[in-house]
């Protein structure tokens, strides 16, 4: 309990001091460009260090923000945080698709519409952007982020209807908002269309192909751009430093446990973690190891779009397997295990970009839990088998010693202690003898399997 308290303590401490914007540097004569790393599928840590990677661009007064993207897409909700973040910025944001070899597939599409100035490296692409999920509406675009309804005669598919005629009401928004090819944003969402750094320019889909950030910076300046609250900025960025932004270990840390398979294992080492406390009073260790696992899992899971009753079978699924290891019955035992892989297979909504479910690892630990389960229901099940280690079924078969005998009954001394004790033979003080039944608080001794009275001189 002290040490889960220290670990509590040390968590509080260094929450705040994470989570704050860096201040503004000492003298800030001179301003610099930001960069914002978006490297990897989006999802609930991208957001959050998109979020706080802007507040501390407005903390250290930065000219502009470069908005590094390399993206496959992700999570919708996770996209939407971000856009609602780049439309409220009062500091321009500039899309930058690189290095070359880079993407902005998706969701990343869609951010790039929504900054200031779109730009990519040569041998960068976009496009590909047909949703996959709804999200909530967003404010600040034309037509307030009112989406289209899906016709009635598509009844048949009218959740994909729905999705994609809110996304393609959401990319035209965003391009009629920084002066884009709208009609190329709905290709992208209804065909999935997808186009190189120079055919994106071509097509009015950019605002320019930059080689890199030196070269983007000197090409923007200048420019004029419309921030949050109407304001007009025109851009000096010609020769700007460009620093990059370091989202600090807690988001690195929310990048990792909001992966589903690696969330699905926290919750697994939590569950066991607690399940051997309880086994084993007393370790310290693993309550401590569980508790924290299972509360990392739980939040992460909070994070991503899953299914409830996914989350709950899989909880009952494990239940079920907990109980089998105290109680072999073999039919919780397999029961839990189809819970838990039915309750995983409907666990996550969607299935974006960097968050799906592994199958190889959702079988290995569907066969670890198994294999944990059925190994310890058969160490349990070989020790009810045993005589019992305490209690009175425990002296059976130990030896004692004769204190004083008369008549069929005396006192002998076994396990520490003074026994009354009853017998069918006669023994002799300080005879050694054998337990061979218990009655209350009296002993039935006999001689030793094998004892030779004769031999040992305690006959005529």
């Known amino acids: 309990m002290a040490l889960l308290a220290a670990f509590a303590a040390a968590i509080l401490v260094l929450l705040p001091a994470a989570a704050r914007p860096s201040a503004p540097e000492a003298g800030g004569g001179t301003r610099a460009a930001l960069r914002i790393e978006i490297d990897g599928a989006i999802g609930p840590a991208t957001a959050r260090a998109v979020k706080e990677g802007l507040e501390a661009a407005v903390a250290r007064q930065a000219e502009i923000v470069i908005l590094r993207l390399n993206t496959p897409g ?3 909700a996770s996209m939407r945080e971000i856009l609602v973040d780049i439309l409220a910025s009062r500091i321009p944001v500039i899309g930058y698709v690189a290095p070359s070899g880079a993407h902005a597939a998706s969701a990343g599409t869609y951010i790039l519409y929504a900054t200031h100035i779109a730009a990519m490296a040569p041998g960068t692409n976009i496009g590909a952007a047909t949703p996959i999920e709804l999200g909530p509406p967003i404010p600040g675009l034309p037509g307030g982020g009112k989406r289209e309804e899906a016709p009635k005669e598509a009844a048949p598919d009218a959740g994909i209807a729905k999705a994609t005629n809110d996304a393609v009401a959401l990319i035209r928004s965003l391009a009629e908002l920084r002066g884009r090819n709208a009609d190329w944003g709905e290709k992208a969402v209804r065909e999935a269309a997808s186009l190189s750094a120079n055919a994106a320019l071509e097509a009015h889909a950019i605002d320019l192909v930059a080689r890199d950030e030196a070269e983007l910076t ?3 300046d200048g420019r004029t751009v419309e921030v949050a609250g109407g304001e007009t900025r025109t851009l000096a960025t010609r020769g700007i430093a460009v620093e990059a932004y370091d989202p600090g270990w807690l988001i690195r840390l929310l990048s990792v446990i909001t992966d589903p398979n690696i969330a699905v294992l926290l919750m697994l080492v939590g569950v066991y973690g607690l399940l051997f406390e309880v086994m084993s009073p007393g370790l310290i260790a693993p ?3 569980g508790t924290i696992c299972l509360l990392l899992g739980f939040y992460a899971l909070n994070l991503l779009p899953i299914d409830y ?15 089998e290891i105290f109680n072999p019955t073999v039919v919780l035992g397999l029961g839990g295990l189809v819970a838990f892989l039915l309750g995983t297979a409907m666990l996550l909504r969607v299935e974006a970009p960097g968050f799906t479910l592994s199958w190889s690892i959702v079988g290995a630990v569907a066969i670890l839990v198994f294999g944990l389960s059925a190994f310890t229901a058969r ?3 070989r020790i009810r088998k045993r005589p019992s280690p305490v209690g009175g079924d425990a002296m059976l078969g ?3 010693e004769v204190i004083d005998w008369r008549g069929g009954e005396g006192h002998v001394f076994a396990h520490g202690e003074r026994w009354q004790a009853r ?5 002799n003080p300080g005879e050694t003898v054998e337990v061979s039944a218990i009655d209350g608080l009296s002993l039935s001794v006999r001689r030793p399997v094998g004892h030779d009275a004769e031999r040992d001189g305690e006959l005529p």
């Open 74 to 76: 992700g999570l919708v």
């Open 398 to 400: 130990m030896p004692a």
């Open 379 to 381: 160490a349990l099940w």
């Open 287 to 289: 309550g401590v190891i």
């Open 423 to 427: 017998g069918a033979e006669a023994f």
């Open 218 to 220: 000197d090409r923007i």
């Open 309 to 323: 009753a996914g989350l709950a079978l899989m909880l009952i699924g494990l239940t079920f397997l907990a109980i």
